[in-house]
């Protein structure tokens, strides 16, 4: 019964937008146009083929190593793992409780090997002029936080994670030097749960980049994996003993189950890790239902 919902998280790039003042919008249009192609092709047959000149920094994207330092690994470096199907925890920070977000925010919540997204709520301010005024970002000890904590991955839905009056830009110094991906200008952080989904931020892997727009999305199981059924809980259920299966895992963690080739190497442990987190935000919204 897990309800399983993609999650977007990114904003659409268009003809002319302002993601940073300042900095160049993109120009989209037409290398061939429709009515141009038809005399490539058939009667009847027609193609458009776009053509997109656009800063790196456009919309929601990532930045890598390279985006800060001369000898970083650039985009196409990040290998799939580092910036697809993380574990993820959201942080909320939508209280009004002031632009600088301390070490505090993250403080009793597990950070290693999570990606780690910052919702300040700052994206209902996206292409208007006050996105770009006194927007919320990480503080210096955050960022050396997060990277003792093994954080796999920051993001924030604002600006930019650094103060962008602090030219020093101590967040992406810091989150950079030691490898952890950097995403900003992400959005809808409110309709993710606090944890228990899986995150992907993934770009074109361009050489010779240090950030690049990514499709940043979610994958989260909301509310479901309750079953008020299952033969497991007959017994409880006959001597009045009022149970609930939240799910049995067995069937997901091997298509050989009750055979011969149910053995530690046919696990698909990935598998077993996303059911468990799944059943861990089940667990925490039945606690607060
Ligand atoms: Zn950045």
Redesign the pocket.
């Known amino acids: 019964m897990s309800s399983r919902r993609l999650v977007d998280v990114s904003h659409v790039v268009e003809h002319g937008m302002v993601t940073y003042p300042g900095l160049p919008s993109p120009i989209i249009g037409d290398w061939l146009s429709r009515e141009a192609s038809q005399a490539r092709y058939g009667p009847g047959t027609t193609f458009q083929l776009g053509r997109i000149e656009m800063l790196a920094n456009t919309g929601t994207y990532i930045?890598a190593p390279f985006?800060r330092y001369a000898d970083g690994r650039d985009i196409a470096d990040y290998p799939l793992e580092a910036v697809a199907d993380l574990a993820g925890v959201v942080f909320r920070a939508t209280g009004g409780g002031g632009r600088a977000l301390d070490a505090r925010l993250f403080e009793g919540r597990e950070l290693r090997e999570r990606a780690l997204l910052v919702h300040t709520g700052w994206d209902a301010h996206w292409r208007t002029e006050r996105y770009a005024q006194g927007h919320p970002f990480l503080t210096r000890a955050a960022a050396q936080h997060l990277v003792a904590a093994g954080a796999a991955l920051v993001g924030i839905d604002s600006l930019?994670?650094d103060d962008d009056a602090d030219p020093a830009r101590p967040v992406?110094t810091i989150l950079l030097a030691a490898g952890i991906p950097?995403v900003?200008h992400l959005c809808n952080l409110g309709d993710l749960p606090d944890d228990g989904f899986r995150f992907f931020a993934v770009p074109v892997r361009v050489r010779g980049m240090g950030?690049f727009p990514v499709r940043a999305f979610a994958i989260a199981w909301g509310g479901g994996g309750v079953s008020r059924r299952g033969s497991s809980l007959g017994g409880e259920r006959r001597v009045g003993y009022p149970a609930i299966m939240i799910t049995n895992t067995a069937v997901y963690r091997n298509p050989f189950y009750h055979t011969p080739l149910d053995q530690t190497r046919t696990l698909d442990y990935p598998r077993m890790a996303r059911v468990v987190d799944g059943i861990a935000a089940v667990v925490r919204g039945l606690a607060s239902d």
């Open positions: 930045d985006h930019n994670i992406h950097v900003e950030s």
